[in-house]
């Protein structure tokens, strides 16, 4: 009996120590745990929070794309200066001859601003040669001016699409620049007393056309 007494003494120290380092640990883990941050109070990125309105971060920042399909504005009158007098145009015509605007006053006159190389004026043509075959009898005076391009370039292009309205050759742009024509084509609407009431950047259709030979053409029935 008294031989096994130092051995149970010697267990039951072991088992406190193991008691009280268990007892430590769990001690250290809690104090850890009440240390650390709290995930409830972690800021969240906007870019993954998936509230409306928010946008993922890019290193370009920010962009403004406009809708697919969204209209582009046109300029406004103040653009083609309409309900003033047309500027002066005398230009030579292709083929021989002057172009002189002031010597049409008191006819209608539809003056178009192009170049050859230029994809929608090849397309406008053919439809601007029909209204003026259709309405030269009533005084329409429709005026081709090509800028900065040569006689030769212009006078095939013409041949080519069949043009039967006269063509001028606004050979160093003073032309254009005397009209404000900066983007080409530009069409500006005449009235007989010299007053552009209608202007259009080009790339139109025959709906745009008409409306403007109505606005230079009061009385005349402009059809399609």
Same mark, same amino acid.
């Given at each position: 009996?008294?031989?096994?007494?130092?051995?149970?003494?010697?267990? @039951?120290? +072991?088992?406190?120590?193991?008691?009280?380092?268990?007892?430590?640990?769990?001690?250290?883990? %809690?104090?850890?745990?009440?240390?650390?941050?709290?995930?409830?109070?972690?800021?969240? $990125?906007?870019?993954?929070?998936?509230?409306?309105?928010?946008?993922?971060?890019?290193?370009?920042?920010?962009? $403004?794309?406009?809708?697919?399909?969204?209209? %582009?504005?046109?300029?406004?009158?103040?653009?083609?200066?309409?309900? !003033?007098?047309?500027?002066?145009?005398?230009?030579?015509?292709?083929? /021989? =001859?002057?172009?002189? *605007?002031?010597?049409?006053?008191?006819?209608? %006159?539809?003056?178009?601003?192009?170049?050859?190389?230029?994809?929608?004026?090849?397309?406008?043509?053919?439809?601007?040669? /029909?209204?003026?075959?259709?309405?030269?009898?009533?005084?329409? @005076?429709?005026?081709? #001016?090509? @800028?900065?391009?040569?006689?030769?370039?212009?006078?095939?292009?013409?041949? !080519?699409?069949?043009?039967?309205?006269?063509?001028?050759?606004? $050979?160093?742009?003073?032309?254009?620049?005397?009209?404000?024509?900066?983007?080409?084509?530009?069409?500006?609407? +005449?009235?007989?007393?010299?007053? #552009?009431?209608? =202007?259009? *950047?080009?790339? #139109?259709?025959?709906?745009?056309?008409?409306?403007? *030979?109505?606005?230079?053409?009061?009385?005349?029935? +402009?059809?399609?």
């Amino acid at each position: 009996m008294t031989a096994t007494l130092p051995a149970m003494e010697s267990r @039951v120290a +072991i088992a406190a120590g193991l008691g009280s380092g268990v007892l430590v640990a769990v001690v250290l883990i %809690v104090g850890l745990v009440a240390l650390g941050p709290d995930p409830a109070a972690a800021p969240v $990125s906007p870019a993954l929070s998936g509230s409306p309105g928010a946008a993922s971060p890019t290193a370009a920042g920010p962009t $403004s794309v406009p809708p697919s399909g969204s209209a %582009v504005p046109s300029p406004g009158d103040a653009a083609f200066h309409i309900g !003033e007098p047309a500027p002066s145009l005398v230009v030579p015509q292709a083929g /021989g =001859g002057t172009i002189d *605007l002031a010597a049409l006053r008191g006819k209608p %006159v539809w003056v178009n601003f192009m170049g050859t190389y230029c994809p929608p004026c090849r397309d406008e043509f053919p439809v601007m040669n /029909g209204f003026y075959v259709r309405y030269a009898d009533r005084g329409l @005076v429709v005026l081709a #001016i090509d @800028v900065r391009e040569d006689e030769g370039t212009v006078v095939a292009f013409a041949q !080519e699409l069949n043009a039967t309205f006269p063509m001028g050759l606004d $050979s160093d742009g003073s032309a254009q620049r005397a009209w404000e024509a900066v983007v080409l084509p530009v069409h500006f609407w +005449i009235d007989a007393e010299g007053i #552009i009431r209608d =202007g259009a *950047l080009g790339g #139109i259709g025959p709906d745009i056309m008409a409306e403007g *030979l109505r606005k230079i053409m009061p009385g005349v029935d +402009i059809t399609l």
